[in-house]
């Protein structure tokens, strides 16, 4: 399905920023019994509404499709254990809600982010739509529905369970099409001087990071605080707190209260916003320019690999993520790389989507010793290379493609590459 208009203010005046090439859902790796299978491919096109300044995806995958076969883990993705320990500490001191009152995380996965709030004596559901991951958070003590969180369902949890002083949703706002309807079942949920806490990527990071690999049919919108703080305003909410951090290659938090709560607006809103401003996310110049640099890094990688296999050379490629696909299907990396590595077990074994290269463990470069290593997890460069420091000094070579083509071996280990 193909909307017409902004997901955040309804305006039509929407502007093709980046037009990548169309992929199947990034998550969809498939068994061997499956790899003959074609996979649809779904268009993969960035549009900017000139009104509110959200950068967008218009066209909007079943969320069956999407979550039906989810695999991913908060609990194995880097870091995040204790990005959300903290998180959770640091939400608490801020907002300092009664104890025990009750915290609900909208797309909960594996229940990390509440096992925390669990620690610190607060009242934890989960929600999420992904039947694996509800599953291991319940097998863990994380009471988890396996559901879709909608307007409906948030009645039903308040007559169940009451008011949530605390809701939080993180790096799952930006996959919701109908944002006004998800907010309104955050209202429905929320005591009267409750909070919604959200963390999502950062349109700012984006833009400086190049994170190109960010972009899949998951992630429908990309926002500012500029874009949020509207949107909120409009829907009888106040955005009172902003914070940059540093996950995900770059993202935000942002906390909102209902309409006249009692807590103030922090200075950092408007701060984060005039940086915006400075920096230009909102001119569709800046997608151009970004636009350029991906065709210029496309024609150097391929040129170098085309090289490379000529001479027979053995190429692995190291990352399986969702967002590997856009890169696999943007740089043309199916008949150049012989086989995938990845540090999640949930992937071993399985094929990635539409090119059906085979996925191994990462331990497998010691078994198969390919000559070359592409990390197409390029935000994890450093520590995929100081964990397989052993394949450099056998004699290996890993590839970094982003956001320059450079080549690390093992007499470089103590050099700028690694360290």
Not at 337 to 352: K, S
Request: with cysteine; net charge negative.
């Amino acid at each position: 399905m193909r909307r017409s208009d902004c997901r955040l203010c309804h305006f039509k005046d929407l502007e093709l920023i980046l037009k990548f090439i169309p992929t199947p859902v990034g998550d969809s790796y498939v068994p061997v019994e499956k790899i003959h299978q074609k996979q649809e491919e779904f268009p993969l096109e960035l549009f900017l509404c000139k009104t509110c300044g959200c950068a967008q995806l218009l066209d909007v995958v079943n969320p069956k499709i999407l979550y039906g076969n989810y695999i991913y883990q908060t609990s194995i993705s880097l870091g995040l254990v204790e990005h959300f320990n903290r998180y959770a500490k640091e939400v608490l001191d801020y907002l300092k809600p009664a104890q025990a009152s009750l915290v609900i995380d909208i797309g909960s996965n594996d229940g990390t982010l509440l096992k925390a709030f669990k620690r610190q004596g607060m009242k934890v559901l989960g929600i999420d739509p992904a039947p694996e991951a509800s599953k291991s958070a319940n097998a863990a003590g994380i009471e988890t529905l396996n559901d879709y969180f909608r307007e409906e369902l948030a009645r039903q949890i308040y007559e169940q369970h009451g008011p949530a002083s605390i809701i939080t949703a993180n790096n799952v706002i930006a996959n919701i099409d109908d944002l006004p309807s998800f907010i309104r079942g955050i209202r429905t949920l929320l005591s009267a001087d409750g909070c919604f806490v959200f963390e999502t990527g950062y349109m700012v990071d984006f833009v400086q990071g190049k994170l190109i690999d960010t972009i899949y049919h998951e992630h429908l919108s990309y926002f500012t605080v500029s874009c949020m703080e509207k949107f909120f305003r409009e829907q009888g909410m106040e955005l009172i707190y902003a914070e940059h951090i540093p996950t995900k290659g770059g993202s935000f938090r942002v906390i909102v209260q209902l309409k006249g709560g009692k807590r103030n607006v922090s200075p950092m809103v408007q701060q984060m916003i005039q940086q915006e401003n400075k920096i230009g996310v909102g001119d569709p110049a800046i997608y151009r320019e970004i636009s350029q640099e991906v065709e210029e890094w496309k024609a150097q990688l391929s040129a170098w690999l085309t090289d490379m296999k000529s001479q027979g050379k053995k190429v692995a490629g190291y990352g399986a993520s969702v967002g590997v696909t856009t890169l696999l299907y943007l740089f043309d990396l199916a008949d150049k790389l012989d086989y995938i590595v990845d540090d999640n077990p949930a992937r071993y074994n399985l094929y990635t989507p539409g090119h059906h290269l085979p996925v191994f463990s990462s331990d497998e470069i010691y078994k198969r010793n390919p000559d070359y290593v592409l990390i197409l997890a390029w935000r994890y460069n450093e520590p995929i290379i100081k964990r397989h420091k052993k394949f450099l000094n056998e004699g290996g070579q890993f590839i970094l493609f982003l956001p320059k083509l450079e080549i690390v071996s093992g007499a470089q280990l103590n050099q700028d590459a690694v360290k």
